[in-house]
């Protein structure tokens, strides 16, 4: 996460904190200095059990929310000082203008401040990558696809 010009009034440590398909789960903490860098892979798995047509998988999708929320440790519950949301299909499945990294497709997102956050917005840099398999489910004697 790039924020130049930006210094942080509170030193405690910040975190990511991503809600994907129901779930949530956050990164390791880093000092409070920009640029903030997560090293961290995220894995966040989801059965559709009653999905059978990949249309019906879109739209449910394009009706979830994905959140992602720049939190800060400032005692007592911690603050966030900035957020990104999208919903979860376009989150995964974002359009073709990304750019080549090392390791793949990259993107990079403007996060929304929040009122506790003074400058300019900060500039998130990640990437994705989705996975959807078919899998056979046992429902007592029935088999569904």
Excluded: W
Excluded at 18 to 42: H, I, M, N, S, W
Excluded at 63 to 78: F, K, M, N, Y
């Amino acid at each position: 996460i790039t924020c130049p010009g930006v210094v942080l009034k509170d030193k405690q440590e910040l975190y990511l904190g991503v809600f994907v398909l129901g779930k949530y789960k956050k990164t390791e903490c880093v000092p409070a200095v920009f640029p903030l860098f997560f090293q961290e892979r995220l894995l966040f798995e989801k059965a559709f059990a009653n999905i059978v047509d990949p249309g019906d998988l879109v739209k449910l999708l394009e009706s979830d929310t994905a959140v992602l929320e720049l939190i800060q440790l400032v005692p007592p519950v911690g603050k966030v000082l900035a957020t990104y949301e999208e919903n979860t299909r376009d989150f995964l499945f974002p359009d073709p203008k990304l750019t080549h990294g090392r390791r793949g497709l990259e993107r990079e997102i403007l996060m929304k401040r929040s009122p506790f956050f003074t400058g300019i917005a900060p500039k998130l840099r990640f990437s994705t990558t989705s996975l959807i398999s078919d899998s056979l489910l046992s429902l007592g004697r029935s088999h569904i696809q």
